[in-house]
């Protein structure tokens, strides 16, 4: 089944892909080989404008995701807590192993076997694109 953590980042991508004006499809591509940070400067989007369409998908996923039962309220208001647009880090290669954009709360909850920060999670590799999609079982 789907993890939050992956929901969650899934949410994020597709917001970012949309504020860019590419398709996720596109971005999980360009991704491979550019940072978010260099997508907007290339795209001429600004990137406050960026971190905070991203922050915004994301909570309402995480809102999504107490609702469905799959976060409790502790979990849902500590990744809350953690996820302001000042805190997504766009200079990631990918979506990085920390449950995407930087985003450090999704790792206490989700995405087993991965090492805090998704260290030795090779770009394309188990766990990349997107942060929580290496804890599916």
């Given at each position: 089944?789907?993890?939050?953590g992956?929901?969650?980042a899934?949410?994020?991508?597709d ?7 590419m ?15 260099a ?13 905070t369409?991203i922050?915004?998908a ?7 995701a ?25 200079n990631?290669p ?7 954009f930087g985003f ?5 909850f989700?995405?087993?076997?991965m090492?805090?920060?998704g260290?030795?999670v090779p770009?394309?590799?188990?766990g990349?694109?997107?942060g ?6």
């Amino acid at each position: 089944g789907k993890t939050a953590g992956g929901t969650i980042a899934q949410a994020g991508l597709d917001a970012a892909a949309k504020t860019l004006g590419m398709t996720t499809a596109d971005l999980t591509t360009a991704l491979k080989t550019k940072t978010l940070l260099a997508l907007a400067n290339e795209k001429k989007v600004d990137v406050a404008t960026l971190r905070t369409a991203i922050a915004n998908a994301q909570k309402a996923a995480i809102d999504q995701a107490f609702k469905d039962g799959t976060l409790t309220q502790a979990q849902a208001d500590a990744m809350k807590a953690n996820l302001k647009p000042e805190n997504i880090d766009l200079n990631r290669p990918g979506f990085g192993g920390r449950g995407g954009f930087g985003f450090d709360g999704l790792d206490r909850f989700d995405g087993k076997g991965m090492p805090p920060g998704g260290m030795g999670v090779p770009p394309g590799g188990p766990g990349a694109p997107f942060g929580g999609r290496g804890g599916r079982r």
